[in-house]
């Protein structure tokens, strides 16, 4: 017994690789389910959050529809879950030694064989919008979302209770009319008119103000995408501001390059992103957002790679991707079938991601989606479409974390 301990730990600690994965996002769980199976691979998660944040449900936690647990999973019941053993380190990381082969956080240096950054990307809140970082909601953490929704819910609750009297109207402004900024406003919105009997007439003093530079919403998606949210969002009664640039944010008006101003009640900020990115004392180069510019493996040297939002990722042409828990997820996957096959001595052919497929929830049971640029679909049967592809991937998660939270509490009751 006591040589198969020792003959154990000689076999994990010098003959497996050991494969580091710093970020517990879309990209980085993904990578996981990609590499846990390989008997030859000893896996490291870096989080320094307990949890896995679903991004792409923000929108609805935010306006109500969905509860904490629909968009926070504990990543200690995932990883249980899996039938071998994935080491969880919960502490940040600040910096990655390519020279020893080391992830060093504050408490401890870490080897690695292989590492693959998933450190996603947060709010870009543009330092030359004055104000923005301060007074503006962003959605990328779980924190600054849950912040909004409280607020939110208390202003609600003082309209229905009638203990703001002195406040006649509650304008709610969205920077930034990409897939998050039109999603959070449709929710919204959608929200708002389905509580209307409830609300009263208070509601017709919520209004919500979707705010762009660009001359469009959802700048780089196709015209049919486009144009059937604009009808929706019109239905909504959100107001559509496009060609406009705020200039600055104080605590209550929204002020633009034109001179025009907004008085606003609360403020979310989804104008753009600055990916986080981890100090390498090798050289390495980044664009105007921080993302790595990987090479054509997606490696920033040779066994260290880069996925999802932290980087740039392009397709077969060489145009960017959009970073989205789709590209992210597909990355993933690469990178981790590409340290398989340099583990056999296998040669790498460069990455070229691509979109199957794009759908934008516009609040309730409505959405607009296309599929291969070909498929163009709305209304309700492109919710369920959707909901199906949110719906697999939540799926999926949630078996594993229920198979991880039967083997942690039977573990915990072997040893009492």
Not at 162 to 184: H, M, P, R, T
Request: glycine share 10%.
């Amino acid at each position: 017994m006591f040589l198969d301990i020792i003959a154990k730990i000689f076999y994990e600690g010098y003959l497996l690789k050991k494969v580091a994965v710093i970020g517990a996002g879309y990209g980085g769980l993904r990578a996981i389910e990609h590499l846990v199976g390989n008997k030859e691979i000893s896996l490291y998660l870096f989080d320094e959050n307990p949890y896995h944040y679903l991004q792409t449900e923000a929108y609805g936690y935010i306006a109500g529809r969905f509860d904490l647990h629909d968009v926070a999973l504990d990543l200690r019941n995932w990883y249980y879950g899996f039938k071998r053993p994935v080491t969880f380190v919960q502490e940040k990381v600040l910096n990655i030694d390519t020279d020893k082969n080391q992830v060093h956080t504050k408490e401890q240096a870490y080897d690695f064989d292989y590492v693959i950054v998933a450190t996603g990307a947060r709010t870009n809140f543009f330092s030359f919008i004055s104000g923005m970082d301060k007074y503006g909601y962003g959605v990328k953490k779980l924190f600054r979302s849950h912040s909004f929704r409280t607020g939110f819910e208390q202003l609600l609750y003082e309209k229905i209770e009638g203990s703001d009297k002195k406040q006649n109207s509650i304008n709610l402004a969205i920077g930034g009319a990409g897939l998050s900024g039109v999603e959070i406003a449709s929710e919204m919105a959608d929200v708002i008119q389905r509580h209307a009997k409830s609300i009263g007439e208070s509601v017709k003093q919520i209004k919500i103000y979707l705010i762009d530079a660009s001359n469009t919403i959802l700048p780089g998606m196709s015209p049919y995408i486009i144009e059937k949210t604009v009808d929706r969002l019109n239905d909504l009664g959100v107001q559509i501001m496009t060609n406009t640039f705020i200039q600055s944010v104080d605590e209550r008006t929204i002020y633009f390059k034109d001179g025009g101003e907004l008085d606003y009640t609360f403020m979310i900020f989804t104008g753009g992103i600055l990916a986080n990115n981890i100090d390498l004392n090798t050289e390495y180069k980044t664009n105007k957002i921080g993302q790595y510019c990987c090479d054509e493996t997606l490696r920033l040297k040779e066994n260290i790679f880069a996925i999802g939002d932290c980087c740039e990722l392009k397709d077969a042409k060489g145009n960017l991707l959009p970073p989205t828990a789709q590209t992210a997820e597909g990355s993933a996957e690469y990178v981790a079938s590409a340290i398989q096959k340099l583990m056999t001595g296998e040669s790498l052919k460069g990455y070229s991601g691509k979109v199957d497929g794009v759908f934008v929830a516009l609040g309730g049971r409505y959405a607009v989606g296309e599929v291969f640029g070909v498929v163009k679909v709305k209304g309700y049967f492109a919710y369920i479409l959707k909901k199906l592809i949110t719906k697999s991937y939540y799926i999926g998660l949630k078996l594993r974390l229920n198979t991880g939270f039967k083997k942690r509490n039977t573990n915990l009751t072997k040893t009492k």
